[in-house]
């Protein structure tokens, strides 16, 4: 993520908008949680961005051959990170008001230095 000055964004770019989503999670080491969530309805991007799930047939199989094996293990992971840092051929943009954005991050000087 980089942050660039209105100015900078041409005519032609489309940009989107950011939410803050904050929440508490007690039972975690860090309680306290934000994150920036970018909507894309106003983005155009011409690679597909999904991924295909497995049937539930595949599904089944793995699960009853969990099963049926004595002392066998079983593990799951999310992976909500696929897509981090993925190459992109053109930047996308985002606003998001300066005002949220907290005078310990590192970005906030230089931000505030520009009008």
Do not use: E, W
Not at 38 to 56: F, G, I, N, P, Q
Not at 76 to 87: C, L, Q
Not at 102 to 112: A, D, E, G, N, V
Request: glycine content about 2%; proline content about 3%.
């Amino acid at each position: 993520m980089f942050f660039v000055q209105k100015s900078a964004i041409t005519r032609n770019q489309k940009v989107t908008y950011g939410h803050l989503i904050s929440s508490i999670c007690p039972n975690k080491i860090k309680t306290h949680h934000v994150r920036v969530t970018v909507d894309s309805d106003r983005l155009d991007y011409a690679v597909t961005t999904t991924t295909h799930c497995v049937s539930l047939s595949t599904t089944k199989l793995l699960l009853n051959s969990t099963i049926s094996t004595p002392n066998a293990n079983y593990t799951t992971m999310g992976v909500n990170s696929f897509y981090y840092m993925t190459p992109m051929d053109t930047y996308k943009y985002m606003t998001l008001l300066l005002a949220l954005i907290t005078k310990k991050s590192s970005h906030s000087t230089t931000l505030r230095r520009h009008p």
